[in-house]
């Protein structure tokens, strides 16, 4: 089979391995990485053999490369500096709002730091069977495990992951309403009005990576998050260029541009997604990380000035 084939085969399957491997470490970077990989074992196997199931074959291996990389990410991470936050999927408001709700529904913050409490197993399990529809046959098959094992481990996976689904509202308009009112309230320094917008334990976590200044520890209650946030517009507002209205793994936010550094260029500064009830914001998510801002003016379609 010529080297092309092999591409058009891989290409029909490339969109859902992206979307596991995202799901199942948190980073594009590394995602993208896992893939190409798996094209060029996939590729190797077509010409040694016969791959009967293209897509069972590469979702076997994007897992198994997957859970390879997993296992040592989980022991940097107990390094990590600050709350860690995965890489953002920026896309536009203007969006589908279909694609948006199911962007929002299996990769939102609050879905994906649950899945970090899972073992890798469960993952993998959970992802697998819950978000991609994979029988549990192939499952077993992929994880080296009973089909019953299989099962257990995505029910203990949905049971984590359960609470992460109820807590948050899914009514796109009025959290960007909400949004909206807490940038106007943010940007006019009114803590009050800030205060008003978030529920009583809101939780503010701030994903630095010890590379760019961001709380280190969560921020939690309505009065200490809208003090907080005031504080760090107020100082910050002079190096900000534009804040850019943004969906950030589906929840309402915005990509905030700037030169933080004086450089004499326009970089993405950070990213800020708040997850709301339907009335008021009950958790926010700020990165601040620079390895996890590359892309990001790209993927969402909009170059620095």
Do not use: C
Not at 169 to 182: G, M, N, P, Q
Not at 203 to 211: I, P, T
Not at 226 to 247: M, Q
């Amino acid at each position: 089979m010529s080297t092309d084939e092999d591409a058009v085969r891989f290409e029909a399957h490339r969109a859902t391995l992206n979307r596991l491997a995202y799901r199942m470490l948190g980073s594009n970077a590394e995602a993208e990485d896992i893939v190409q990989d798996a094209y060029l074992r996939f590729a190797d196997a077509l010409r040694r053999t016969t791959v009967a199931d293209d897509a069972a074959y590469l979702r076997a291996t994007v897992t198994r490369l997957a859970l390879d990389r997993l296992r040592s990410a989980r022991a940097r991470r107990e390094t990590y500096v600050g709350p860690w936050l995965p890489e953002p999927i920026v896309s536009d408001e203007a969006g589908n709002p279909e694609a948006t709700a199911t962007l929002a529904d299996d990769v939102s913050f609050a879905l994906m730091l649950a899945l970090e409490r899972l073992s890798p197993l469960e993952r993998a399990a959970f992802i697998l069977h819950d978000v991609l529809d994979v029988p549990f046959a192939e499952i077993a098959s992929t994880l080296h495990r009973s089909e019953e094992a299989a099962r257990r481990l995505a029910s203990r996976g949905r049971e984590h992951v359960r609470e992460s689904r109820t807590r948050r509202s899914t009514r796109r308009a009025d959290a960007i309403r909400l949004r909206d009112a807490f940038t106007a309230a943010l940007l006019a320094g009114d803590v009050d009005a800030v205060i008003h917008l978030l529920t009583d334990d809101v939780v503010l976590l701030s994903d630095g990576g010890g590379k760019a200044t961001a709380a280190i520890n969560p921020v939690v209650g309505a009065d200490h998050v809208a003090r907080f946030l005031v504080g760090v517009a107020t100082k910050g507002a002079p190096y900000i260029s534009r804040i850019v209205p943004a969906l950030l793994n589906g929840d309402p936010g915005y990509v905030i541009f700037g030169d933080e550094h004086r450089t004499g260029e326009e970089a993405v500064v950070q990213t800020l997604a708040i997850e709301t009830d339907g009335e008021r914001i009950n958790a926010i998510y700020v990165t601040r990380n620079p390895d996890k801002l590359r892309g990001v003016a790209a993927r969402l379609g909009d170059a620095p000035r």
